[in-house]
């Protein structure tokens, strides 16, 4: 344990700290009155407001549109479920900035709204709300649907024969059931939409500000460092709020339930009202989950493949290299923050598995989720500001991008290979110790043949997220070599339908290249039960 939590104390923790003393520490002296003032301002408490009341209506229109998809994959059987499955989960994987621009070509100028019925929704709450349940869509479809379908449902059935009507023996039998993990699901939601920084930045343009992108713009345009320091202390607060009931549901939801095989549970589809659901799902992927991707896919292709030909040219301004470039040091950047993020998460993994794990070591457990939660502007800014003196002076340093991105993939990594590490029966690695192995071998002839696959799927979710990292990396990525996200966000910036085209086709790159890790993660499933 003393690994990762050195390298959060170093890499997360410090950089942190390091902007927040930075902005309210004077003379070496504290300056908290500032936290009020900066508080009281009109301006940021708009901004505190629009945050709150987006998440919680992204988080409720991502209820009401992904539970009935819910509820049909975890009860009903359907040729291509797998394959559909997969296509719910690539939005998840997606960068938040791919997202923003599939829905701008979309909704915004010249796109598809525009051209048909000249309507356009960038600049507009509904671009934000509609691409945040694109983007959440799988996290309630995955985390309810998959206890839905392990749930029995003689349960419900015997309701319905003391007398129940479906709707009553649903809400009576089966609502009690999913609530821990629709309640689990949907501060998943509300914490990712709480913290959305891709999206709005794209969509919302000057008129919409959550705490992210504030902290993003007090920082980088108005270098007024002592809001961002205060906006920092006041998400770093709510983030932990939310991961502290985040952590007590998903205690409950590990209560003794009466659970089957998944597949016992799914029937092909009887009636007209299950096939008038199946077919409204249907119907709903393919408007919000398949269309803005193909529209993105259409606008790059706009006169050809010009713009992708366009994309190996430097115009020796915003970009001192062509933009092509940015997907290979992409790919190199990812592959190692998925090194570092499987050796750290790994490793934490493994300590938090121990049975005789003490308070402060599981305690540990919900301090990897603050990565998620805290903003990835700060880190990234922190990292300028912590690690620019010796013995770590890494300003210079190519290295500083990976690390960013670990920190992102390092709770992906926990969370997949917890579950099977302590699954693993401790008298395995009893009998193996009392015939002499060491540690490092029993590790390797008793765990890992049991969490190969695990460990392959936490590689997978760490190399996609790492990907698509942007907040932390927009501070970071040298000019000379951008990231596949940052590259799209400097396109974006620049005027001229050339730009837009060309961040169409980088944007398009980098959907493939997450979508084919995607569906490798999906053939690497160690379970049917669809959860993450």
Not at 156 to 162: F, G, N
Not at 331 to 340: F, M, N, S
Request: glycine share 8%; proline share 5%.
């Amino acid at each position: 344990m003393a690994v990762p939590v050195a390298f959060f104390a170093v890499f997360f923790a410090w950089p942190v700290a390091a902007i927040v003393a930075r902005g309210l520490k004077a003379g070496g002296r504290w300056r908290l009155g500032r936290i009020a003032d900066v508080v009281g301002q009109s301006d940021i408490r708009h901004v505190l407001w629009f945050t709150t009341w987006q998440a919680l209506a992204s988080t409720a229109l991502t209820l009401l549109v992904a539970l009935p998809a819910a509820y049909v994959f975890a009860r009903l059987d359907f040729p291509g479920k797998n394959v559909l499955r997969a296509v719910v989960t690539v939005p998840f994987v997606l960068p938040t900035v791919v997202v923003g621009t599939a829905f701008l070509a979309l909704v915004g100028r010249g796109g598809l709204l525009d051209e048909l019925w000249g309507v356009r929704l960038d600049t507009t709450v509904w671009a934000i709300l509609l691409a945040h349940v694109f983007f959440n869509y799988a996290v309630v479809v995955r985390t309810v649907g998959g206890l839905w379908s392990q749930l029995d449902p003689r349960q419900e059935e015997a309701a319905r024969m003391l007398g129940a009507s479906p709707l009553g023996a649903w809400r009576k039998v089966t609502l009690p059931a999913l609530a821990p993990a629709v309640a689990a699901a949907a501060l998943m939601v509300f914490l990712f939409t709480f913290t959305s920084f891709g999206v709005v930045q794209i969509l919302g343009g000057p008129t919409f500000s959550t705490l992210e992108v504030e902290i993003y713009r007090q920082t980088s345009e108005i270098f007024d460092l002592t809001t961002a320091a205060v906006l920092t202390i006041v998400q770093f607060v709510a983030v932990g709020a939310i991961l502290v009931v985040h952590a007590w549901t998903v205690r409950r939801r590990e209560s003794a339930l009466r659970l089957v095989a998944p597949e016992t549970t799914a029937r092909r589809p009887r009636g007209a009202g299950q096939w008038a659901l199946f077919g409204g799902v249907l119907v709903t992927l393919a408007v919000l989950l398949v269309l803005p991707p193909a529209v993105l896919v259409r606008r790059s292709l706009d006169g050809g493949f010009g713009y992708y030909r366009a994309l190996g040219d430097a115009d020796g301004g915003t970009f001192l290299v062509a933009p092509i470039e940015s997907v290979v040091n992409s790919l190199q950047y990812a592959v190692v923050a998925t090194a570092v993020a499987l050796v750290i998460g790994g490793l934490a993994a493994a300590a938090l598995a121990r049975r005789d794990a003490g308070r402060l070591v599981r305690g540990f457990d919900a301090l990897l989720m603050l990565p998620l939660g805290v903003s990835a502007v700060t880190v990234g800014f922190g990292f300028l500001i912590a690690l620019d003196k010796p013995p770590l002076d890494l300003r210079q340093s190519w290295i500083l991008v990976p690390l960013a991105q670990a920190l992102v993939g390092v709770p992906f990594v926990v969370r997949t290979m917890l579950p099977v590490l302590r699954a693993v029966d401790e008298r395995l690695r009893e009998a193996a110790t009392v015939l002499g192995a060491s540690p490092w071998r029993v590790w390797r002839e008793v765990d890992l043949p049991m969490v190969r696959r695990a460990l392959l799927i936490a590689a997978g979710f760490a190399f996609a997220v790492s990907l698509g990292e942007f907040g932390a990396t927009v501070f970071i990525a040298r000019p000379d070599n951008p990231t596949l996200p940052v590259a799209v966000a400097r396109l974006l910036s620049r005027p001229g339908d050339l730009n837009y085209g060309q961040a169409m086709a980088l944007s398009t790159i980098l959907m493939v290249v997450c979508a084919v890790a995607l569906l490798v993660l999906e053939r690497l499933r160690t379970d049917r039960t669809g959860e993450f």
